[in-house]
T-cell receptor
Framework: DAKTTQPPSMDCAEGRAANLPCNHS???????VYWYRQIHSQGPQYIIH???NNETNEMASLIITEDRKSSTLILPHATLRDTAVYYC????????????FGKGMKLTVNP | EAGVAQSPRYKIIEKRQSVAFWCNPI?????LYWYQQILGQGPKLLIQ????????DSQLPKDRFSAERLKGVDSTLKIQPAKLEDSAVYLC??????????????FGPGTRLLVL
């Protein structure tokens, strides 16, 4: 079973920041937070991951609360091509533990 | 760099028939995964290979599903015989390995299977 909770859907206006929440209240100390997204009719795409510090790459920023029980994925300037299902996953890094996908959250970016 | 290739992209069969899917991972990637994604759900891991050995096949319905990766490169997933509930998208993914900073999974476009 997935260890995270996400709202089922969210809308965002094009050009605005999209803040995607994720709750992981039972996260263990050695578990990382991973984000993937899946655009319609494509396979999932890796976005970013982090342990406790905030992370940023060319796609997004990841903000993890100090108690690590929740996180927010930020797309700073959402475009129509960011419309997708976003998956928040927690797992241990560097082991054989599998990725367990929940139902994710559908983000719709509106013009 | 070429991505993960899968074929066919679509397949329609009748129940009790057999079907096979093919996957060619990113060059040099040691770890290969097959996922099943039923409509409205997230992908579910069926089997994981490390080179040509099976690491995890705990969720593979072994009475009808089989997979192989004989030379540690490309892989095939077979269903025989197919059931209606096997209708899904079958995704292949690969990663450089399973160690630290090697495990980002790159997914192919998937094969959409419809069993009638």
């Amino acid at each position: 079973d997935a260890k995270t909770t996400q709202p089922p859907s969210m809308d965002c206006a094009e050009g605005r920041a999209a803040n995607l929440p994720c709750n992981h209240s039972t996260i263990s100390g050695n578990e990382y937070v991973y984000w993937y997204r899946q655009i319609h009719s494509q396979g999932p795409q890796y976005i970013i991951h982090g342990l406790k510090n905030n992370e940023t790459n060319e796609m997004a920023s990841l903000i993890i609360t100090e108690d690590r029980k929740s996180s927010t994925l930020i797309l700073p300037h959402a475009t129509l091509r960011d419309t997708a299902v976003y998956y928040c996953i927690v797992r241990v890094q560097g082991g054989s533990e599998k990725l367990v996908f929940g139902k994710g959250m559908k983000l719709t970016v509106n013009p | 760099e070429a991505g993960v290739a899968q074929s066919p992209r679509y397949k329609i069969i009748e129940k009790r028939q057999s079907v096979a899917f093919w996957c060619n991972p990113i060059s040099g990637h040691a770890t290969l995964y097959w996922y099943q994604q039923i409509l409205g759900q997230g992908p579910k891991l069926l089997i994981q290979f490390q080179n040509n050995g099976v690491v995890d096949d705990s969720q593979l319905p072994k009475d009808r599903f089989s997979a192989e990766r004989l030379k540690g490169v490309d892989s095939t997933l077979k269903i025989q015989p197919a059931k209606l509930e096997d209708s899904a998208v079958y995704l292949c993914a690969s990663s450089a390995g399973t160690g630290y900073n090697q495990e980002t999974q790159y997914f192919g476009p998937g094969t959409r299977l419809l069993v009638l």
